[in-house]
């Protein structure tokens, strides 16, 4: 059956490491609840029903309670035009400093008419009367529009996040055949080129990728051979983790923004180019990477496939794998 | 009667319960690893929803269409994995189910990412069903799924099944042509998740694409393994434990995921055979002290004794 | 009853099996013997259908089985035991051989349904339990138990498809010197019954035994061929295994 292959959570001596492994899921547990405090006193809503479970529950409410929600003293306080039907949930976020405007409590919405606005929470007198700011996505010959028949612009209710920063650097450019390269991508394809050459040679080249591929194939055999299996495996979980933290600051930095779901998509289709370009082989997953990465590119900017980008992404490793079972440099 | 919010728990534990079981079929007895069930609860659900709503059937017509075209559903995606080999399957049933996700998310029959809303209530002794009345609708479909189960389980279909999980090459010298048979797991697996995907339209009455996506699809393949891939108890319990363990611990709402990530690794680590698994500790303490019970009821003691 | 004829298969440029052409009469306990290396186990995978061949053909009781799947191949008729003990490991001893058993009966949707623990096939299989001295095993788990257990176990699973021909890959190796011999006289049993019985072995002494024919391959071509006296002293045959500045 899978026998280990994909359930194997290869921890270094799992039996003899109990306290080890306790002690290292206390510690992220900690750092993971210490992230989380709320930092603000007010109760912000900056994704939909609240937090990710979609649940709904207010845990800090403080203000409403079962006597003081009725008729008489529960309502709407104001009502504010906008150009289209909400189906995304509005969100809220206190103190928040709006540059030229103070600071507000603000209220997000954004519309199905593609248009996001920012109100102020409290009330709708002087200042507040029209919206803090707004803005409307809708660029046709962008190609940016509602679905039509029913107008859906903006359907999901995003997530909010008060601590990333926004940095608006300009980083420089460069023209290369009509198209701009900007040197976060020259950053990223020189960076990505250094360390697959250095990947390369560690493993060909040196002990340690010696030992790391004789424990892929047999680690009995490695073991008896001397070659110390827990010291090799923690390289390539150190190594692997330090490349992956490589390409997150690098898609944090073309798309300024962390948050953390980012891993999550990459992390399946990378995954699935592992198994396309031949188990283990470096070579096949590279350019299997490449493959995908273009062709996702290319199908979903020119093409009108019924699909997201990450499911013609998919599709495309589905198609791969059907096509080449073993992997594109597997052997039969 | 039972509380509002006690009937919800109990009839969503069934429904997982019964989606796990379909799984179980696929992932544990045939050993065909299978990362995207929510294919074909979605395929159920969805078929049901569209039937319902545009085609104006009842809830009691729409089932066995619904099942027949998971079941389908099944067959079509069981083709593909025949050609790739075990490791590669993983990642091809994550593949379809993004593929399916999107494609439920953007044609234009769907409903697209709002869904289909407004389902009609299932129809019990003539009128629409209440909440009590459909968790014995729930409860009767579960029952029925874990007896199929255990009827493949000592059936020949069953033992084929096992042999190709333990060793495929081996079972064919045998005689046992192992495509046909990994057709039969996925086509019967998938029905069974369809059935639980219909209950699940009819109880919600609302479905959207990200209902059957890769993340449900994960929870029940964890439900499955927590419980003891393979064994029928070990998916019904899975299912019913992991979908009341957030309830329990509503206080860790925000860190459900750390939690059943950790408890993954744990189970993985220490007891990889699953909670009641055929080698994990519990399961064999039960064991015992059945045939301890049994003893003491015999021979008036608890344990045999030696010559 | 099996003719093999210019039976090859290459591996990306290496010729792991080479033109080798072998008859096989009823009855016959045919021995494949050879250094480590030569092929012998490919040539078996050849002949049960694991792998596919790239030239030659195999004509099994009149029928050409060339092309093949494995598991119709063993509906034909023919069984094998692997050099590496393969049972299904977290079945028990009898669900091992009902296995081969049921596999017989049940071929399409509807069979496949029936309850496999029938009585019949349950009894077949004990008989074939009984037979290969594995009845006080029958309830345990196939990973649980030794070597020499299973081999026998991979005897008896072979059998509960009552074939015609029998492959038996390296089934004494492993064994006490008790076990082989009561293997060697279920081996004599079954030629007595009218199976037909090739066997690859490295042990020379059950070899020459054993054997009414015996072929030699090196380096995946026959060398020779003949009876195991003819072998024995074959100066080929010695020089194959001992070099050939022997």
């Known amino acids: 059956m899978m026998k280990n292959s994909v359930f194997f959570v290869f921890i270094p001596n799992p039996v003899r490491g109990v306290r080890r492994a306790i002690t290292t899921v206390a510690v992220l547990g900690l750092l993971l609840g210490s992230l989380a405090l709320p930092a603000l006193a007010q109760v912000n809503v900056l994704t939909q029903h609240n937090d990710n479970t979609r649940s709904g529950l207010n845990p800090n409410e403080t203000l409403l309670t079962p006597s003081n929600v009725n008729a008489t003293t529960f309502g709407t306080i104001l009502s504010r035009p906008v150009d289209g039907m909400i189906a995304a949930q509005p969100l809220y976020v206190s103190h928040v400093n709006i540059p030229g405007q103070g600071v507000h409590n603000v209220v997000y919405v954004a519309t199905l008419h593609n248009s996001v606005y920012a109100f102020d929470a409290d009330n709708a007198a002087g200042g507040n009367a029209s919206p803090l700011w707004q803005v409307n996505f809708l660029n046709p010959a962008a190609g940016v529009t509602t679905e039509p028949p029913s107008e859906l612009g903006c359907t999901s209710t995003t997530r909010l996040s008060p601590s990333a920063s926004r940095n608006c650097v300009r980083s420089p450019t460069v023209a290369v055949a009509g198209v701009t390269v900007t040197g976060a991508d020259c950053l990223i394809l020189g960076g990505t080129t250094v360390i697959f050459i250095a990947l390369w040679f560690v493993i060909r080249h040196t002990s340690l990728g010696f030992a790391i591929r004789a424990v892929a194939q047999d680690i009995e055999t490695a073991k008896v051979m001397g070659i110390d299996v827990d010291r090799s495996v923690r390289a390539v979980f150190f190594i692997g983790s330090a490349i992956a933290a490589f390409g997150g600051i690098m898609v944090a930095i073309l798309y300024n923004a962390v948050y953390t779901s980012m891993g999550d998509m990459v992390g399946y289709k990378g995954l699935a180019l592992i198994v396309i370009g031949g188990f283990g082989n470096m070579t096949g997953a590279v350019i299997a990477a490449f493959i995908l990465g273009i062709s996702e590119t290319v199908l979903i900017t020119y093409t009108d496939i019924p699909m997201s980008r990450d499911g013609i992404a998919m599709l495309m490793l589905v198609v791969l794998i059907l096509i080449r079972p073993q992997g594109l440099l597997g052997k039969t | ?299 008036g003691r608890p344990y045999a004794s030696n010559p | 009853m099996l003719q093999i004829r210019n039976l090859t298969r290459r591996f990306a440029g290496l010729s792991a099996v080479s033109n080798v052409s072998l008859e096989v009469r009823r009855g016959q306990i045919f021995g494949v013997i050879g250094p480590n290396g030569a092929g012998k186990t490919t040539f078996f995978n050849l002949l049960s259908g694991t792998i596919p061949c790239t030239a030659g053909d195999i004509i099994f009781m009149g029928k050409p089985i060339r092309k093949l799947q494995p598991h119709q191949i063993a509906r034909l008729g023919i069984g094998r035991t692997f050099q590496v003990v393969r049972p299904f490991s977290e079945l028990t001893v009898l669900e091992n051989v009902l296995a081969a058993v049921g596999a017989q009966h049940c071929s399409n949707f509807f069979s496949a349904l029936g309850y496999s623990r029938r009585r019949p096939y349950r009894e077949s299989a004990r008989a074939l339990l009984r037979r290969t001295h594995l009845d006080r095993h029958e309830n345990e788990i196939a990973a649980n138990l030794p070597l020499g257990v299973l081999r026998r176990l991979e005897i008896a699973r072979a059998l509960g498809l009552r074939p015609h021909l029998i492959l038996l890959d390296e089934s004494f190796s492993g064994l006490s010197h008790r076990e082989a011999a009561a293997l060697v006289d279920l081996v004599r049993e079954l030629q007595v019954g009218g199976m037909t019985i090739l066997l690859i072995e490295h042990n020379m002494q059950i070899t020459m035994n054993l054997c009414d024919r015996v072929a030699v391959l090196d380096r995946g071509e026959k060398i020779a061929e003949g009876t195991p006296t003819e072998i024995r002293n074959d100066p080929r045959v010695m020089a194959a295994y001992l070099g050939s500045d022997a």
């Open chain 2, 1 to 299: 009667m039972l509380d509002a919010y006690v009937i919800t728990i109990l009839t969503l534990m069934g429904i997982w319960s019964v989606v796990a079981l379909g799984l179980n079929v696929i992932t544990g007895l045939a050993g065909q690893f299978n990362l995207g069930v929510g294919v074909y609860m979605g395929t159920g659900a969805y078929a049901s929803a569209m039937l319902t709503t545009a085609a104006g059937f009842t809830f009691w017509e729409a089932l066995p269409c619904a099942i027949a075209a998971s079941a389908c559903m099944g067959f079509l995606t069981g083709l593909p994995a025949l050609r790739v080999r075990e490791d590669s399957l993983a990642v091809l049933s994550i593949g379809l189910v993004f593929v399916f996700e999107s494609l439920i998310i953007y044609l234009p029959y769907f409903g697209g990412p709002l869904g289909i809303s407004r389902l009609p209530r299932a129809t019990f002794a003539g009128e629409p069903a209440t909440n009590q009345a459909y968790l014995l609708i729930v409860a009767g479909a579960l029952v029925a799924s874990i007896a199929a189960t255990l009827y493949l389980r000592r059936s020949w279909m069953g033992l084929a099944w096992e042999s190709i999980r333990e060793d495929e090459t081996a079972a064919q010298v045998l005689g046992i042509d192992p495509a046909r048979y990994k057709l039969y797991a996925f086509t019967i697996g998938a029905a069974f998740a369809g059935l639980g995907g219909v209950l699940y339209a009819h109880f919600i009455r609302f479905v959207t694409p990200y209902d059957f996506g890769f993340l449900p699809s994960i929870y029940v393949l964890v439900m499955v393994v927590f419980g003891g891939l393979g064994t029928v108890r070990g998916a019904v319990f899975g299912a019913c434990f992991l979908t009341l363990l957030p309830e329990l611990f509503r206080f860790v709402q925000d860190y459900r995921n750390l939690i059943y990530g950790l408890t993954l690794v744990l189970l993985m680590l220490y007891q990889p055979r699953g909670l009641l698994g055929d080698g994990s500790y519990a399961w064999r303490a039960m064991r015992t002290g059945w045939t301890r019970l049994r003893a003491i009821r015999t021979t």
